[in-house]
């Protein structure tokens, strides 16, 4: 076990280090909406701080903004993994495209210079 996760770690390490980021930020979401939704009481947060728009987006439902602050942690690890495969996934497709681009521009010299060359054989 101990072995895999080092080769994850030698093999993925920006992927590694921005899971161990992500964990963090989660944990630390996560304590922060549940300290924010029952120790301070959430109706007097509710009341001071919370824009209008937001306010009208809930409706008077205290449960379903401390279902947000406890599920926007999860919300966040989630999103965050699935911008990382995306991030993963174009990183791939650019390699993919220089690489082709490469290939390209050297097939378009040495048709040029097949060209240029039958011209001055031609001569």
Do not use: C
């Amino acid at each position: 076990m101990i072995k895999r996760i080092l080769y994850l770690i030698r093999t993925f390490p920006e992927q590694v280090a921005l899971f161990v980021f992500n964990s963090g930020i989660f944990l630390w979401i996560f304590q922060k909406g549940q300290s924010i939704s029952h120790e301070l009481g959430i109706q007097q947060a509710w009341e001071n701080y919370a824009p209008e728009g937001v306010r009208q987006f809930f409706g008077d439902n205290k449960e379903a903004v401390q279902a947000f602050f406890s599920h926007s942690a999860i919300t966040w690890l989630i999103g965050s993994m699935i911008i990382l495969l995306v991030i993963r996934f174009v990183k791939g497709v650019i390699k993919w495209g220089l690489f082709l681009l490469v290939i390209g521009i050297g097939l378009f010299l040495a048709y040029q210079y097949s060209q240029m060359a039958s011209n001055v054989s031609a001569i």
